[in-house]
């Protein structure tokens, strides 16, 4: 029998299988058990963990966006159904969001450094090639087309 090689794609497919019982627990946690703030931080983390594996071709901060809108409408729930807010707890949760989203635009300009240090970071920018952009040219060059 051949051993389990792990693979990135298997990486995605596990975290897609996870994704819903994640959110469902999230979900649980603010809903029915009225979880306390750092609980609540945990589970938050751990989803969107799972849910950056999940969609990899998707941009992480809308990814993290769209997490913490769902803790927000989850926490407007709550809020209906117990009659407030616990605010400490939508705090948390926006703050984890947050700081993983800062921690990654921190790793996005460290790979940006090391392409190359001293070249003007719109020149380095990645999005253009993943848009068919074209690379915006520099300034006084000439078109050859």
């Keep these: 029998m051949r051993p389990l090689l792990l693979t990135p794609r298997l990486v995605v497919t596990v975290a897609r299988l996870a994704m819903l ?6 979900a649980g ?9 750092a609980p609540a931080a945990a589970a938050t983390f751990l989803t969107a963990i ?3 594996q999940a969609a990899p071709k998707l941009r992480a901060a809308d990814l ?7 803790a927000t409408i989850l926490e407007w729930m709550h809020a209906g159904l117990s009659g407030g807010i616990d605010a400490a707890r ?24 090391r392409e190359d ?7 380095l920018e990645r999005r253009n090639v993943v848009l068919n952009r074209a690379r915006p040219r520099a300034p006084g060059a000439r078109r050859t087309a």
Excluded: E, N
């Design 117 to 123: 240090p001293y070249v003007p970071l719109r020149q």
């Design 90 to 113: 939508w705090q948390a949760m926006i703050a984890v969001t947050g700081s993983m989203a800062l921690l990654l635009k921190v790793q996005h300009l460290r790979s940006l450094a």
């Design 50 to 52: 799972v849910l950056l």
């Design 29 to 37: 946690a603010i809903l029915v058990a009225d979880t306390a703030p």
């Design 64 to 70: 993290l966006g769209l997490l913490a809108l769902f």
């Design 21 to 26: 019982p994640c959110l469902a627990t999230l």
